[in-house]
């Protein structure tokens, strides 16, 4: 079972839809991550949070906003979303505001299709 | 730039075979490595973390090695099962990048056949 789970596992939506994305981690870390897994290409990172701050936005547009309420819960807001952002959205954990991180910990992820 | 490289793209082996994985990074210049394993549709398991000092990591009948200076390091599955079919990705964290940005590779996806 792991610590980090994702909801919904699935979701569709249009280009003109607002959706949401939620990780909530079990692990007591205070350090939490959004990535995204395109079809052929490696995982990137979007966006770190440590003890709820964002610390780290990695070049992501705006229609993607994250939302960090407590250092246990994430969320990944969406909204006016492209074909092209059809992925898998990967939530992680870890220990604090070190680099390195040392072992991240991935939740199942959040497949999203843009129509 | 940091760039991760992982061959092949996929195998496929009988069970019962010993195995290796292989990653290549092109900046040596690093902290640790990550092996994880990633089954379809879902999220990524931590299989193990190699420090920069350290040479292998064991876990099981995995053994992961890791040989910074020539930018490479493999998996090596002892004795395979079905149960390992999965994608198996590399990552390392870099000096001079952020927190928590991991450089993956596209991963190798293995297959073993009873």
Redo the contacts between chains.
């Keep these: 079972e792991t610590g980090v789970t994702q909801t919904p596992r699935h979701l569709v939506m249009g280009m003109t839809n607002k959706k949401s994305l939620k990780c909530e981690q079990h692990l007591g870390h205070n350090a939490m991550y959004w990535y995204k897994q395109s079809a052929k290409k490696p995982l990137e990172l979007m966006f770190v949070y440590n003890f709820k701050e964002q610390t780290e936005n990695n070049s992501v547009p705006s229609r993607f906003s994250p939302e960090c309420p407590n250092s246990s819960h994430l969320f990944l807001h969406l909204h006016t979303l492209q074909p092209e952002d059809s992925a898998l959205y990967l939530c992680a954990s870890s220990l604090p505001g070190q680099v390195p991180v040392g072992e991240l910990f991935f939740g199942e992820g959040s497949r999203l299709t843009v129509l | 730039k940091q760039e ?1 490289t992982q061959i092949p793209a996929a195998l496929s082996v009988p069970e019962g075979e010993n195995l290796v994985l292989n990653c290549s990074f092109t900046d040596s210049a690093i ?2 490595l ?1 092996w ?1 394993r990633q089954d379809p ?6 299989l193990l ?1 190699i420090q920069s000092s350290q040479r292998e990591q064991t876990s099981g009948r995995l053994n992961a090695s890791l040989d910074k200076s020539s930018g490479r390091s493999t998996l090596y599955i002892a004795a395979s099962q079905p149960g390992d079919s999965a994608t198996y ?1 590399c ?1 390392v ?1 870099s000096y001079g ?10 991963g190798t996806k293995l297959s073993v056949k009873p």
């Design positions: 991760v902290y640790n990550q994880f549709g879902k999220g990524l398991t931590s973390l990705l990552a964290q990048g952020s927190q928590g940005n991991l450089i993956f590779g596209k």
